[in-house]
Nanobody, 127 residues
Framework: QVQLVESGGGLVQAGGSLRLSCAAS????????MGWFRQAPGKEREFVSG????????YYADSVKGRFTISRDNAKNTMYLQMNSLKPEDTAVYYC????????????????????WGQGTQVTVSS
């Protein structure tokens, strides 16, 4: 089992940047593929970005490709999401997640493939 805590959300103007962090407990962080999801009011939770156990593979939703960068530091048990050129459409609660045991995909990108979730951090982008 792993506990996840997000931080770094806040209010930013369109075109600005934020860096989200996800801190994980325990010594098994490198055993999990990790991902970021977001949920806007009235919408389903959607995949934003994912990263493999070693950090060697990444995947991005089309809506954020070229603007967001996912990374991880296994020595610090921490995952990051650098968000640049933010748009009002990026406004949502952002969640970090760790995948399920025995997942085969290097970078899972479906909700059901993730087992552990953080509490979420609010990102608001004003126009």
């Amino acid at each position: 089992q792993v506990q996840l805590v997000e931080s770094g959300g806040g209010l930013v103007q369109a075109g600005g940047s934020l860096r989200l962090s996800c801190a994980a407990s325990g010594r098994t962080f490198s055993s999990y593929a990790m991902g970021w999801f977001r949920q806007a009011p009235g919408k389903e939770r959607e995949f934003v970005s994912g990263i493999s156990r070693s950090g060697g593979s990444t995947y991005y939703a089309d809506s954020v490709k070229g603007r967001f960068t996912i990374s991880r530091d296994n020595a610090k048990n921490t995952m990051y999401l650098q968000m640049n050129s933010l748009k009002p459409e990026d406004t949502a609660v952002y969640y970090c997640a760790a995948d399920r045991a025995l997942s085969i995909a290097a970078v899972p990108r479906q909700l059901y493939q993730y087992e552990y979730w953080g509490q979420g951090t609010q990102v608001t982008v004003s126009s």
